[in-house]
T-cell receptor
Framework: DAGVIQSPRHEVTEMGQEVTLRCKPISGHNSLFWYRQTMMRGLELLIY????????DSGMPEDRFSAKMPNASFSTLKIQPSEPRDSAVYFCASTSGGYSNSYEQYFGPGTRLTVT | GENVEQHPSTLSVQEGDSAVIKCTYSDSASNYFPWYKQELGKGPQLIIDIRSNVGEKKDQRIAVTLNKTAKHFSLHITETQPEDSAVYFCAAGSLRRGFSAGTASKLTFGTGTRLQVTL
């Protein structure tokens, strides 16, 4: 398996622009998580889905952030409009949530977002 | 909600020495405690996990201990090697009784420990 796939790997955009980050979870995994990592705040959970349904979005910082999971193999995280303080590395992770007695979250390589 | 504190933030040890990283959690409902290793430019990767029905778990040079009463858990790395240099994160989560596969719960991560193993 190719693991969790994220695109793009790097994104540089200007303040005010819309940014869309994409994630393909590991095939067969039922749960997907979006995290943001910064030096100041560490690794923060933004939102997670079980079986394509958003379960907890309490970590989404503002209405400028939205996430969707239209099917089991694809999710997007959108920021509109983007601001410099959104600059961070965004990770997507997926898990089978207990199948084969494993709760491991498999992380993608991340998208490094820079908003100027 | 859950709050996880992790210490130290940086740790430097000589090759062959042991390294210990400690975490505390606040929510007594948490019963799942994984440790992740993050290498430069990569996403975190699970190295070991422990559930609350176990006090200690070992996997080769890595061990984790859990004290439910005190709400703290620790990662122990023995005979450290240069390739152990990375950032390590502890986390806490809740696997609910009657938990059905495919319905994962969220994890709260610590702030990370940067481990440097020197020659």
């Amino acid at each position: 398996d190719a693991g969790v796939i994220q695109s793009p790997r790097h994104e540089v955009t200007e303040m005010g622009q819309e940014v869309t980050l994409r994630c393909k979870p590991i095939s067969g995994h039922n749960s997907l998580f979006w995290y943001r990592q910064t030096m100041m705040r560490g690794l923060e959970l933004l939102i997670y889905f079980n079986n394509n349904v958003p379960i907890d979005d309490s970590g989404m910082p503002e209405d400028r952030f939205s996430a969707k999971m239209p099917n089991a193999s694809f999710s997007t995280l959108k920021i509109q409009p983007s601001e410099p303080r959104d600059s961070a590395v965004y990770f997507c992770a997926s898990t089978s949530g207990g199948y084969s007695n494993s709760y491991e979250q498999y992380f993608g390589p991340g998208t490094r977002l820079t908003v100027t | 909600g859950e709050n996880v504190e992790q210490h130290p933030s940086t740790l430097s040890v000589q090759e062959g020495d042991s390294a210990v990283i400690k975490c505390t959690y606040s929510d007594s409902a948490s019963n799942y405690f994984p440790w992740y290793k993050q290498e430069l430019g990569k996403g975190p990767q699970l190295i070991i996990d422990i559930r609350s029905n176990v006090g200690e778990k070992k996997d080769q040079r890595i061990a984790v201990t859990l004290n439910k009463t005190a709400k703290h858990f620790s990662l122990h790395i023995t005979e450290t090697q240069p390739e152990d240099s990375a950032v390590y994160f502890c986390a806490a989560g809740s696997l609910r009784r009657g938990f059905s596969a495919g319905t994962a719960s969220k994890l709260t991560f610590g702030t990370g420990t940067r481990l440097q193993v020197t020659l």
